[in-house]
Nanobody, 121 residues
Framework: QVQLVESGGGLVQPGGSLRLSCAAS????????MGWYRQAPGKQRGLVAS???????NYADAVKGRFTISRDNAKNTVYLQMNSLKPEDTAVYYC???????????????WGKGTLVTVSS
């Protein structure tokens, strides 16, 4: 069994900052990539940022220069530092991990339950 648990969401004023964390636990053999997705009301879930085990990163155009993804491989944890937040960043943020377990060598995607980020004055 694998769990992804997010933390760090909340209410912040425009221009403010938040840091999200996601810890993966369970019978994890290897984690390939981790990332963050978000889903705003009435919109589809989309990629915010991702990071490979080697540290290569990818960002959505809307967050480039404002958000930074990082990862602690020893802790199976991924972080998302969000600066200069805008009202349009309001969404539920979901953690994602592509990983294999001790029970299956085939890697697949796992998801957290999500954490709400609200940017409003």
């Amino acid at each position: 069994q694998v769990q992804l648990v997010e933390s760090g969401g909340g209410l912040v004023q425009p221009g403010g900052s938040l840091r999200l964390s996601c810890a993966a636990s369970g019978s994890i053999f290897s984690i390939n990539a981790m990332g963050w997705y978000r889903q705003a009301p009435g919109k589809q879930r989309g990629l915010v940022a991702s990071i490979t085990s080697g540290g290569s990163t990818n960002y959505a155009d809307a967050v480039k220069g404002r958000f930074t993804i990082s990862r602690d491989n020893a802790k199976n944890t991924v972080y998302l530092q969000m600066n200069s937040l805008k009202p349009e960043d309001t969404a539920v943020y979901y953690c994602n991990a592509i990983l294999s377990t001790y029970y299956s060598e085939s890697a697949r995607a796992y998801w957290g339950k999500g954490t709400l980020v609200t940017v409003s004055s």
